[in-house]
């Protein structure tokens, strides 16, 4: 199964430096599950002051500068790993630096996702960004937990929904490397060092009304670029989008 | 030599923005393009002064600045540097007259205005890199040390270059939203300097002036935007007003302002700015009320009517809507702008002009209690000393009034 490791830490108790102050522990967790073949992607984030925000209540797309929701802690990098099952994902994370630094939030990918095909270098003339697709999962949480005990209702709204979003990725075309949905932020699992001891935590690294749903890595000329590219996405009508420049 | 020392201050008025504009065009280096442009400008003082003002001023800042900007670089080792040098080195040639150099600053103020950068860097990069404010000047004028605006200056200058935000001038398809959101920008500034001009310290430089100056050259790099030319004009009608706004440190009222010392020329050139047919956008119509005011030689002559009316052409906001009502209540009586106003309680309660409003129109129906207890609701909240001044005044005259 494919998990995805949110690292999440207080931007401001870290160093501004590529990697957060822990660059050989570091390159040894990536050498180690890279050759295991745990690690299939990943890349740390720019600050949240490099952050851009799309919101689109009525259509238009109204962009503000920032992440998608205030919290303590911030997204600061992300993992795609391939463990068997949640426990081993949680061992995997548990062994990351960031423990030290902050959280990581370990969360499943939904079912089907293929292997990432990230091309190591940059096209020339692009940049990368993280396109974190959020939104206000309250409902469908609840009608995943009404679903645990009763048959699915008839006419369900999603293949619509999905065909959106299959429109959006052929508009996207080269601008998009690859994109998957996450299960429901209820179902994450938040792994921290307390006092040098892993602790885990149930639920996402931080409660805010709109969660991470999924995300599309993005390789794009510029800014408005990826801006064109993430308010034409569906849910930029009901949700928000979140751009975050890759550490180049 | 003086007359040298002038021609470098008109010289940085027009060519400022130019410079910038060009350098950061030319090496792609926001804090480098910065750095040199006020090297050139430093240069030039003794420079001209000895040789007298070059024939082509822009054409010889730009090939100072050019010049200090390429030392600088070579001193820099990264391979990426000496190829981007190696490409800029191409064009050594200067260009003879100031019209041969290309005027970049729509660019640059599309850039400084990018919606992805928070609003108050917005406003102090603008204030920067094309109005050439320096950040302690900058600083000065929204009340901030030094040091918060330098790293506000340095986090929008990373965050362009980090996040990719493009140094362009808008494709068709973005352009009516993003001269919408420069114009937001140039009107928050005229609306922040105006609100401090009239505050306890007179000595900070005045934004609204740098605002009036920007919207102009804006206006000229645009001239098809309708919508630019009412705002310059909305600047201008608010601005005539000026020099009758505060007497002694006190915030002096519309209706008690002496008209005599309206700026007129302003008035008329606003006016003219306006002779454009309908449809109006809102910047339009706020300027045409704020023509209604100037035109008005007493207070008793303003066309309160057609104000009222005019506010139902902009989207209603809450502080539309309730001056709409004092415009109402000026036409046809405080008995039928007071429900409006109560109306907005919910929207408007920390705003000090919705205290001071409905503490006008109770006083004007004769509920002096109710007046009194608004106005100490509104002394509480006003911006600066001149208006908590002016509004314990109208609480004292009320006070004598009732009795009290």
């Excluded at chain 1, 008839?154 to 490397?177: F, H, K, L, M, T």
């Excluded at chain 2, 970049?104 to 050439?132: D, K, Q, S, Y």
């Excluded at chain 2, 922040?192 to 002036?209: N, P």
């Amino acid at each position: 199964m494919k998990y995805l490791m949110l690292h999440t830490v207080d931007e401001s108790t870290l160093p501004e430096t590529e990697d957060g102050g822990v660059g050989e522990e570091l390159t040894a967790w990536v050498d180690e599950m890279s050759a295991r073949g745990v690690l299939l992607d990943g890349a740390r984030l720019r600050p949240i002051a490099d952050a851009t925000t799309v919101r689109a209540p009525s259509g238009s797309p109204l962009v503000t500068d920032g992440p998608f929701a205030e919290t303590k802690e911030q997204v600061a990098g992300y993992d795609v790993i391939d463990c068997p099952d949640l426990d081993s994902a949680v061992a995997v994370a548990a062994s990351h630096p960031t423990t030290g630094l902050g959280a990581i939030e370990v969360r499943a990918f939904d079912d089907g996702m293929p292997d990432p095909e990230v091309p190591d270098q940059v096209a020339e003339g692009k940049r990368r960004y993280l396109m974190l697709v959020c939104a206000d999962m309250r409902r469908a949480m609840a009608r995943e937990a009404e679903a645990d005990t009763s048959e699915p209702a008839a006419g369900d709204e999603s293949d619509d929904g999905e065909d959106e979003i299959d429109r959006w990725i052929v508009d996207a075309g080269a601008r998009r490397i690859y994109g998957w949905p996450l299960d429901l932020p209820d179902r994450a699992v938040t792994v921290r060092r307390v006092d040098g001891k892993v602790v885990t935590t149930d639920g996402p690294f931080a409660e805010t009304k709109e969660q991470i749903a999924g995300y599309d890595l993005l390789e794009c000329t510029d800014l408005d670029d990826a801006l064109a590219v993430a308010s034409s996405h569906p849910v930029a009508g009901g949700g928000v989008i979140e751009l975050r420049p890759l550490w180049a | 030599m003086p007359r040298s020392d002038v021609a470098v201050a008109l010289s940085f008025e027009q060519s400022w923005g130019r410079l910038v504009a060009g350098l950061i065009g030319w090496c792609g280096d926001w804090d480098l393009a910065e750095e040199c442009a006020a090297e050139a400008f430093a240069a030039a003082v003794p420079a001209w002064e000895a040789s007298g003002i070059p024939d082509a001023p822009l054409a010889w800042l730009t090939t100072v600045a050019r010049n200090r900007a390429r030392d600088r670089m070579r001193r820099r080792t990264t391979e990426s540097v000496k190829l981007a040098l190696a490409s800029a080195a191409e064009d050594e040639v200067a260009a003879a007259e100031d019209e041969d150099i290309p005027d970049e600053r729509l660019r640059l103020i599309f850039t400084c205005c990018h919606p992805a950068l928070p609003m108050p860097a917005r406003v102090a990069l603008t204030l920067r890199t094309l109005g050439g404010l320096t950040p302690a000047e900058i600083a000065r004028a929204f009340l901030v040390t030094e040091q918060t605006m330098d790293k506000r200056l340095v986090r929008a200058r990373a965050k362009i270059k980090h996040a990719g935000i493009p140094y362009r001038v808008p494709p068709p398809e973005l352009w009516a939203e993003r001269v919408e959101g420069v114009l937001a920008v140039l009107y928050l500034m005229f609306n922040e300097g105006y609100a401090a001009s009239s505050g306890d310290s007179l000595l900070r430089i005045d934004v609204s002036a740098e605002a009036i100056r920007l919207t102009r050259s804006l206006v000229d790099l645009i001239p098809g935007e309708q919508e630019a030319r009412a705002l310059l004009a909305l600047l201008l009608l608010t601005d005539a007003r000026r020099p009758a706004r505060v007497r002694d440190g006190r915030a002096v009222p519309l209706a008690e302002q002496d008209r005599g010392r309206w700026d007129l020329d302003q008035v008329a050139e606003g006016a003219r700015l306006l002779e454009a047919d309908p449809p109006w956008g809102p910047y339009a119509v706020q300027a045409r009320i704020a023509l209604c005011h100037d035109v008005a030689a007493r207070p008793e002559d303003t066309d309160w009517g057609a104000i009222a009316e005019l506010y139902t052409l902009i989207p209603p906001t809450p502080v539309i809507e309730l001056n709409r009502a004092v415009a109402l209540s000026m036409a046809h009586g405080p008995e039928v702008a007071l429900p409006l106003v109560e109306a907005l309680a919910g929207d408007l309660a920390d705003y000090y002009l919705y205290a001071a409003t409905l503490a006008d129109l109770f006083a004007r129906l004769g509920r002096s209690a109710e007046a009194a207890a608004a106005l100490a609701t509104a002394i509480e909240q006003a911006p600066t000393g001149a208006e908590r001044r002016l509004l314990r005044e109208r609480r004292d005259a009320l006070l004598d009034v009732s009795g009290a």
